[in-house]
Nanobody, 122 residues
């Protein structure tokens, strides 16, 4: 089995910073893309940031210049540094990974963490 475990959420004032971390564990051959999504009450889950195994990144327009995603391929971890937080960043943040569990078959499966709450007060 594979698990994604997030940590680092919490309550912060507007303008503050938080760092989210996610660790993948279990039977893993390789990890393709890793990313962070968020879902605010009444909204659909949306992409925040994604990073490939080669280090290419992509960000939602709303977080560009404020958030930074990074990963450690050796440790199977992905972090999200969130700076200049705004009340509209308040949401449950989910870690996501596309994982190849075995050398063969070389198929990717998508996994999600349990979510961590980020609340930004004005």
């Amino acid at each position: 089995q594979v698990q994604l475990v997030e940590s680092g959420g919490g309550l912060v004032q507007a303008g503050g910073s938080l760092r989210l971390s996610c660790a993948a564990s279990g039977t893993i051959f390789s990890i393709n893309a890793m990313g962070w999504y968020r879902q605010a009450p009444g909204n659909q889950r949306e992409l925040v940031a994604v990073i490939t195994s080669g280090g290419s990144t992509n960000y939602a327009d709303s977080v560009k210049g404020r958030f930074a995603i990074s990963r450690d391929n050796a440790k199977n971890t992905v972090d999200l540094q969130m700076n200049s937080l705004k009340p509209e960043d308040t949401a449950v943040y989910y870690c996501n990974a596309r994982i190849q569990r075995y050398r063969y078959p070389a198929s990717l499966q998508e996994y999600w963490g349990q979510g961590t709450q980020v609340t930004v007060s004005s």
